[in-house]
């Protein structure tokens, strides 16, 4: 049984691969060397990457691909994409190329407003703190001014400050409800810093406020985050054509577009089948979101938490045959940036930004949920059609054939055989296990 250890951060590296060895790995020293074989030989590269969380021991791997031939309001990008799953990168350039010559994906941003909240326990009347928040609103907003002064500048800063009583809810729970624009930044430091003056300021006033009987003084801070529900952070993206250039794998265009909407109305009404559908367009999101640096897990909240905002977990993608045209479209909420976090720090995620002409936090929502809408179709487009597997094992032949240890000459055959063969991981082996009889 391993033991528990204390001052594991303070160990050097070495330390810690060695004691996760001989606790876990059967002191293995093969599995250091896999570890270390991750490290890379640049240090300074190496050390920039230790130091962006605790305990660092090694490097995980991502591929980082990219999905040309995006045209998007106009211009032609070509997308960062940082992701496992062998198909996604090879749907999106698909979609791309096929949109490119219909137009292309239109984008625009809805809005931008991101929310923190002050939790706070208050035992007194409910008029008596409304009455105290008009008076000390002033305070309040005062108190956070060298905090915003440079997003200010920067034409952001706090829009609106409420005093939310949820007394209906929970017995004596209030919440400061406040509403931010971070301009470029994702703004998750700057909205706490601001949530926590806020709250430190509440107190203060509430404990010195006379009105107050004695015992409804002392107003007990909860805690003061921002939100990740962010439903006034919005794009829109969309595609459209006339039906007639619509049609895939042999279906004509009007069947195609029939069946694809029908796939969209039953994610639309069919929560199992809404979930893999929003899956399917996490896909390309979350691949943009890692390549530039932004946090996944937001997103993720934020898009589920909004797909099922009125009850029922339903579709994020809708689409519409009207007149002859197909149209087809998302409307997602993404709060991203980029400035701050990892946009300046990361090599890679400086990269990807340049890759897109330096964006701002508007063009990548925008840019982003073109590729969630990309992805989207790519699936449905399969699904109806040829059906996912198809696709799905083309790109996945190399992952079995590595697993299988192939040669560079037995890669080179078994790609030429599987043109013309259903692939299966059991038609994969016996085809490799027929050629090494050979
Ligand atoms: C697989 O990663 C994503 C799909 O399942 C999405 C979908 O079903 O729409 C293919």
Redesign the pocket.
């Known amino acids: 049984m391993p033991k528990t250890v204390s001052g594991f951060s303070k160990f050097s590296k070495e330390e810690k691969i060695q004691w996760i060895a001989k606790e876990y790995l059967e002191n293995d020293q093969n599995a250091v060397k896999t570890l270390k074989q991750y490290w890379n030989s640049n240090e300074k590269l190496q050390s920039l990457h230790d130091e962006f969380i605790e305990n660092t021991i090694s490097n995980f791997y991502l591929p980082f691909g990219v999905a040309p031939n995006f045209l998007i309001n106009g211009e032609i990008y070509a997308l960062p994409m940082a992701v496992e ?1 062998s ?2 990168v090879a ?1 999106a350039s698909k979609a791309a190329k096929f949109w490119s010559q219909r137009g292309g994906f239109k984008a625009e941003v809805i809005n931008t407003t991101k929310v923190g909240q002050v939790h706070f326990l208050f035992k007194g009347e409910p008029e008596e703190l409304r009455v105290f928040f008009k008076e000390i609103k002033p305070t309040l907003l005062l108190s956070i001014k060298p905090i915003t002064a440079n997003m200010e500048k920067r034409g952001g800063g706090l829009l609106d400050l409420q005093l939310a009583d949820k007394t209906g809810e929970l017995d004596n729970y209030f919440q400061l409800f406040a509403k931010f624009e971070t301009c470029d930044s994702m703004g998750a430091n700057f909205i706490n810093s601001c949530l926590e003056k806020f709250a430190e300021v509440l107190k203060f006033e509430a404990e010195n406020y006379s009105h107050f009987q004695k015992e409804h003084r002392s107003i007990e801070i909860i805690m003061s985050i921002l939100s990740n529900f962010v439903p006034e952070c919005m794009v829109k993206a969309e595609i459209s054509c006339p039906v007639s250039e619509l049609g895939q794998n042999g279906m004509d265009g009007k069947h195609f577009a029939e069946k694809f909407i029908q ?1 969209v109305k039953i ?1 639309e009404i069919e929560p199992y ?1 809404a979930v ?6 996490m ?1 390309g999101i979350d691949a943009i979101v890692l390549a530039t640096g932004n946090d996944f897990r937001a997103v993720e909240a934020g898009v589920h938490a909004y797909a099922s905002k009125d009850g029922k977990y339903t579709s994020l993608t809708h689409a519409s045959l009207e007149n002859e045209i197909f149209k087809f479209w998302i409307e997602i909420p993404l709060a991203l940036g980029t400035i701050g976090g990892l946009t300046n720090i990361h090599p890679l995620v400086k990269l990807a930004l340049k890759m897109l002409q330096d964006p701002s936090a508007r063009d990548l929502m925008e840019i982003t949920a073109v590729a969630g809408l990309a ?2 179709y ?3 487009s ?2 109806i059609t040829t059906g ?1 597997q198809q696709g ?1 094992m083309k790109m996945h032949l190399m992952n079995i054939l590595n697993q299988l240890e192939a040669t560079e000459n037995e890669k080179t055959e078994m790609i030429e055989h599987f043109k013309t063969h259903p692939i299966t991981h059991s038609s994969v082996v016996s085809a490799i296990e027929k050629l090494r009889e050979i």
């Open positions: 799953e198909s996604v749907a796939a994610a089948r893999t559908h929003n899956k399917g367009i896909n992805q989207n790519g699936a449905i399969s699904l996912i799905h």
